[in-house]
T-cell receptor
Framework: DSGVTQTPKHLITATGQRVTLRCSPRSGDLSVYWYQQSLDQGLQFLIQYYNGEERAKGNILERFSAQQFPDLHSELNLSSLELGDSALYFC???????????FGEGSRLTVL | AQSVTQLGSHVSVSEGALVLLRCNYSSSVPPYLFWYVQYPNQGLQLLLKYTSAATLVKGINGFEAEFKKSETSFHLTKPSAHMSDAAEYFCAVSANTGGFKTIFGAGTRLFVKA
């Protein structure tokens, strides 16, 4: 158990819809990262937050947004969903600025 | 900017044989390097990490990796493969370029034959 909790574990929705994925980091970790994992793109870095502030941005689409709240949990919002957004979305947290990440078990999104 | 290249999307070894998973990185500043393992339907977990101390890094489950700056490599090895090692392995690089951003390689799926 990494200590990182993601909900929901599975989500099925339709094209054009909007979903929110939630992540609770390990106790005490200030950094939260979001990754997308798909068969054709591999593991893609989306965005990082540190103590509520956006710290680094990767290949995150404009239809996607994220935030980190004062209690340090984070949400990833995916809107105007397309079939190609079907993927496993991972949240990870870290305690220090070294890149060592602790991953949740992921949220599997299926867009029909 | 950093990048990672893992050579071989699939590697197959016999049980008891040497495991060698290759990783080459690119980084404009001194990097931190990692190997993660992902078992089916699970998140990634850290196997080992290099953070500018010893160049030979030992990790969990008998794995180790050697940082070779001249070759920009960080290959993962295990002397004797076990069936339970079958999983996907990811090499990753991270560096402080105004914010840490960990970049993962495409992954190498390890198959272990009985």
């Amino acid at each position: 158990d990494s200590g990182v909790t993601q909900t929901p574990k599975h989500l099925i929705t339709a094209t054009g819809q909007r979903v929110t994925l939630r992540c609770s980091p390990r106790s005490g970790d200030l950094s939260v990262y979001w990754y997308q994992q798909s068969l054709d793109q591999g593991l893609q870095f989306l965005i990082q937050y540190y103590n509520g502030e956006e710290r680094a941005k990767g290949n995150i689409l404009e239809r996607f947004s994220a935030q980190q709240f004062p209690d340090l949990h984070s949400e990833l919002n995916l809107s105007s969903l397309e079939l190609g957004d079907s993927a496993l979305y991972f949240c990870a947290s870290s305690a220090e600025f070294s890149g060592e990440l602790f991953f949740g078990e992921g949220s599997r999104l299926t867009v029909l | 900017a950093q990048s990672v290249t893992q050579l071989g999307s699939h590697v197959s070894v016999s049980e008891g044989a040497l495991v060698l998973l290759r990783c080459n990185y690119s980084s404009s500043v001194p990097p931190y390097l990692f190997w993660y393992v992902q078992y089916p339907n699970q998140g990634l977990q850290l196997l080992l990490k290099y953070t500018s101390a010893a160049t030979l890094v030992k990790g969990i489950n008998g794995f180790e990796a050697e940082f070779k700056k001249s070759e920009t490599s960080f290959h993962l090895t295990k002397p004797s493969a076990h069936m339970s090692d079958a999983a996907e392995y990811f090499c990753a690089v991270s560096a402080n370029t105004g914010g840490f951003k960990t970049i993962f390689g495409a992954g190498t799926r390890l198959f272990v034959k009985a």
